[in-house]
């Protein structure tokens, strides 16, 4: 009855989920970035961690549904060790495929990532997978402000 | 569906909610390949045909603007445009037309007492009294007007069944309150607060009372002389009538005394440069062509409900909430948000480990449409430290086998989710 969910909620979102990622406040973190989607209360803290142009280290704390949580938790994973323009075309990438604009393209390029192509096809629902992404960005660009998705 | 293991309680008698389901053309659809389960009342009710023909056959037929020509369609559209207001008083009790002002809703209901009789009579120092349930749209206006004027916003706090604490009420009231605005029924909860408590300590103080009846007013028969409220205000749209028209109800000598909300045509007596006087009551309160569709639109939501009748509605919704409460105190894994004793049909609740926003999408895969949020009332999530709920809401239309559909659906996703 609900097969077709399975496109959004893969197994890697349950498992993120369930096992956020680099979930723990940082101590001592170059940038630390509020986040927050008004419209279904997520709450995100982002802190990021520089080594010159790289990202040494990323963690997250916060509340919020499964898709922005797995989504807070994979970003982590994938953007650690990256350089921040490489982090900033990771950005780029992900929101292209998650608004639909861009429908084939480097999913290869964006790996486990791509289990969230499937918010696509719920509107409501790309705020959610979007919000860590657009916390990092400010993070990155070091907007001291907190983000909000509206 | 699965069977439900509890017996359903009998069926209010002579209650035909497959015959009031058959009024209702947007329910007869499949969402998802499911047929529409729709407990998203509390947010805006679905309209009945009746409606829908009133709105169609206004600008088939009649359509024009109001209070102004002298030729027949005019004439018709006025007729209806305040048909309709006697409607509006009736379903309420006011003693006039002249107290029943056409807004678009509750929210400008609450912007125009507040920026009128609020920003006319209020000083520093001066107390405005709410409570930790109301909807933004009764917090946020009075804080505009705290601003404004220096006023201070003293709130009443609630119990964690979410019912208000009425000693606490007591104590808040003091000589530097000035208005009490409160919910007669609360969005996010269900409570249904003991008003004429409420109105009768403030009057004891010559305070005036404002009720935010947005909730309230399709589920109850609400007489605003017995009350003795001084404003009333809700939304055409949860009325099932359309929305962008509401109704604020202010006892006369009130309004009469308030200085107009916003200038324009129609609000007017006589203009020149130098001067204007302005119109009688209501007029005063309406400038601009209004909503003339939508006015009869709600007038003939009116007309509907009273063919059913509200207290046989009541009834037959308070079963539903009674059936649904007593199921999801069964799933184990669910919390419910909101358990006053006098509460009215709204189930707000939470999942352990699960979003109400993953909540909402996954029931929605089985047709069911729930509101997952904060219900604009984000105060009330602070208070039982979640960050939404989800929150099924029932209207006149809906069946007991809804609510199964509702109960199968959280224990799927439960399942889903592992």
């Given at each position: 009855?609900?097969?077709?969910?399975?496109d959004?909620?893969?197994?890697?979102?349950?498992d993120?989920?369930?096992n956020?990622?680099?979930?723990?406040?940082?101590?001592?973190?170059?940038?630390?970035?509020?986040?927050f989607?008004?419209?279904?209360?997520?709450?995100?803290?982002?802190y990021?961690?520089?080594?010159?142009?790289?990202?040494?280290?990323?963690?997250?704390?916060?509340?919020?549904?499964?898709?922005s949580?797995?989504?807070?938790?994979l970003?982590?994973?994938?953007?650690?060790?990256?350089?921040e323009?490489?982090?900033h075309?990771?950005?780029?990438?992900?929101?292209r495929?998650?608004t639909?604009?861009?429908?084939?393209?480097?999913?290869e390029?964006?790996?486990?990532?791509?289990?969230?192509a499937?918010?696509?096809?719920?509107?409501?629902?790309?705020?959610?997978?979007?919000?860590?992404?657009?916390?990092?960005?400010?993070?990155?660009?070091?907007e001291?402000?907190?983000?909000?998705?509206? | 569906m699965?069977?439900?293991?509890?017996?359903?309680?009998?069926?209010?008698v002579?209650?035909?909610?497959?015959?009031?389901?058959?009024?209702?053309?947007?329910?007869?659809?499949?969402?998802?390949?499911h047929?529409?389960?729709?407990?998203?009342?509390?947010?805006?009710?679905?309209?009945?045909?009746?409606?829908?023909?009133?709105?169609?056959?206004?600008?088939?037929?009649?359509?024009?603007?109001?209070?102004?020509?002298?030729?027949?369609?005019?004439?018709?559209?006025?007729?209806?445009?305040?048909?309709?207001?006697?409607?509006?008083?009736?379903?309420?009790?006011?003693?006039?037309?002249?107290?029943?002002?056409?807004?678009?809703?509750?929210?400008?209901?609450?912007?125009?007492?507040?920026?009128?009789?609020?920003?006319s009579?209020?000083?520093?120092?001066?107390?405005?009294?709410?409570?930790a349930?109301?909807?933004?749209?009764?917090?946020?206006?009075?804080?505009?007007?705290?601003?404004?004027t220096?006023?201070?916003?003293?709130?009443?706090?609630?119990?964690?069944?979410g019912?208000?604490?009425?000693?606490?009420?007591?104590?808040?009231?003091?000589?530097?309150?000035?208005?009490?605005?409160?919910?007669?029924?609360?969005?996010?909860?269900?409570?249904?607060?003991?008003?004429?408590?409420?109105?009768?300590?403030?009057?004891?103080?010559?305070?005036?009372?404002?009720?935010?009846?947005?909730?309230?007013?399709?589920?109850?028969?609400?007489?605003?002389?017995?009350?003795?409220?001084?404003?009333?205000?809700?939304?055409?749209?949860?009325?099932?009538?359309?929305?962008?028209?509401?109704?604020?109800?202010?006892?006369?000598?009130?309004l009469?005394?308030?200085?107009?909300?916003?200038?324009?045509?129609?609000?007017?007596?006589?203009?020149?440069?130098?001067r204007?006087?302005?119109?009688?009551?209501?007029?005063?309160?309406?400038?601009?062509t209004?909503?003339?569709?939508?006015?009869?639109?709600?007038?003939?939501?009116?007309?509907?409900?009273?063919?059913?009748?509200?207290?046989?509605?009541?009834?037959?919704?308070?079963?539903?909430?009674a059936?649904?409460?007593?199921?999801?105190?069964?799933?184990?894994?669910?919390?419910?948000?909101?358990?006053?004793a006098?509460?009215?049909?709204?189930?707000?609740?939470?999942l352990?480990?699960?979003?109400?926003?993953?909540?909402?999408?996954?029931l929605?895969?089985?047709?069911?449409a729930?509101r997952?949020g904060?219900?604009?009332?984000?105060?009330?999530?602070?208070?039982?430290g979640?960050?939404?709920?989800?929150?099924?809401s029932?209207?006149?239309?809906?069946?007991?086998?809804?609510?199964?559909?509702?109960?199968n659906?959280?224990?799927?996703?439960i399942?889903?989710?592992?």
């Amino acid at each position: 009855m609900l097969d077709h969910i399975r496109d959004l909620y893969q197994e890697v979102v349950f498992d993120h989920n369930r096992n956020p990622r680099n979930f723990r406040v940082m101590e001592a973190p170059s940038r630390k970035i509020d986040g927050f989607n008004p419209l279904c209360g997520d709450r995100i803290t982002l802190y990021l961690k520089l080594d010159g142009p790289v990202i040494a280290d990323v963690s997250f704390q916060g509340s919020g549904c499964a898709i922005s949580t797995a989504s807070a938790s994979l970003m982590t994973e994938i953007v650690r060790g990256k350089t921040e323009e490489e982090a900033h075309h990771l950005f780029e990438l992900f929101h292209r495929i998650t608004t639909g604009q861009d429908e084939v393209a480097n999913f290869e390029e964006l790996g486990k990532l791509a289990v969230l192509a499937g918010v696509r096809a719920y509107p409501a629902r790309v705020k959610c997978a979007t919000l860590a992404w657009h916390s990092l960005e400010a993070a990155l660009n070091n907007e001291g402000e907190a983000v909000s998705t509206e | 569906m699965s069977v439900s293991v509890f017996p359903k309680q009998a069926p209010t008698v002579g209650y035909d909610v497959e015959r009031y389901r058959a009024d209702f053309p947007i329910l007869q659809q499949a969402i998802n390949g499911h047929p529409l389960v729709y407990l998203d009342n509390a947010a805006s009710s679905q309209k009945p045909k009746a409606v829908i023909d009133a709105i169609s056959r206004v600008y088939l037929q009649d359509y024009a603007n109001v209070h102004r020509g002298v030729h027949t369609l005019s004439q018709r559209a006025t007729d209806q445009f305040e048909g309709a207001r006697e409607k509006a008083r009736r379903l309420l009790n006011a003693a006039k037309t002249e107290e029943i002002v056409f807004v678009r809703g509750a929210t400008e209901a609450i912007n125009l007492v507040a920026q009128s009789y609020g920003r006319s009579t209020l000083q520093a120092g001066d107390e405005i009294l709410i409570s930790a349930m109301e909807h933004h749209s009764n917090i946020v206006p009075w804080q505009m007007l705290c601003q404004q004027t220096g006023a201070v916003l003293k709130v009443i706090p609630i119990s964690h069944q979410g019912e208000l604490l009425l000693e606490r009420y007591a104590d808040l009231l003091s000589d530097r309150t000035k208005l009490v605005a409160v919910t007669h029924m609360s969005n996010a909860l269900g409570t249904i607060n003991p008003v004429e408590h409420i109105i009768r300590l403030a009057h004891e103080r010559g305070i005036p009372v404002l009720l935010d009846g947005a909730q309230a007013a399709p589920h109850l028969v609400v007489d605003v002389r017995a009350l003795d409220c001084d404003f009333y205000v809700l939304s055409g749209h949860k009325l099932y009538g359309p929305s962008g028209i509401g109704i604020l109800y202010g006892k006369e000598a009130l309004l009469k005394a308030m200085p107009p909300y916003q200038g324009g045509g129609d609000m007017i007596r006589m203009v020149s440069f130098e001067r204007t006087q302005y119109n009688t009551l209501p007029y005063k309160f309406e400038a601009g062509t209004p909503a003339i569709a939508d006015a009869i639109g709600l007038g003939a939501a009116i007309d509907y409900l009273g063919t059913i009748g509200l207290e046989a509605i009541a009834a037959h919704e308070n079963e539903l909430l009674a059936y649904a409460t007593q199921q999801a105190r069964t799933i184990p894994q669910l919390k419910i948000i909101g358990e006053a004793a006098h509460k009215g049909a709204i189930l707000s609740f939470t999942l352990d480990h699960i979003h109400p926003h993953d909540i909402g999408t996954l029931l929605d895969q089985v047709g069911i449409a729930v509101r997952a949020g904060h219900h604009c009332a984000m105060p009330v999530m602070d208070f039982y430290g979640v960050p939404a709920t989800a929150r099924a809401s029932f209207a006149l239309y809906n069946t007991l086998e809804e609510v199964d559909a509702l109960i199968n659906g959280i224990k799927q996703l439960i399942e889903v989710f592992g």
